[in-house]
C-alpha cells in the first residue's frame, strides 16, 4: 500500500510542532486536533497536521515598510 497515511505519535508530534506533550493533550481535549487512538496510543496523520497547519498560518505585516512578509 503505497497510500497509506504516515502516522507519527505524540512525542513526535510534541517533537515536530516544538512543543509540549501535554499542549497537544490539551488540544485534543479541546477539539483543536484531532488524531487517532490506536492500542490506547494517539496517532496524528502528518499529511493531516501539516494541512491544519497551513490552514493556521498568519501573515505580519511590516510596520516599517507596509509590506507583508
Not at 28 to 56: A, P
Amino acid at each position: 500500500m503505497r497510500n497509506m497515511a504516515k502516522l507519527i505519535d505524540i512525542d513526535e508530534l510534541a517533537d515536530y510542532l516544538k512543543l509540549r506533550k501535554q499542549t497537544i493533550y490539551n488540544w485534543l481535549h479541546m477539539g483543536k486536533i484531532s488524531g487517532i487512538k490506536v492500542g490506547g496510543v494517539w496517532r496524528f496523520d502528518r499529511k493531516e497536521v501539516d494541512t491544519w497547519l497551513k490552514s493556521k498560518r498568519r501573515f505580519s505585516h511590516d510596520t516599517k515598510s507596509g509590506v507583508k512578509q
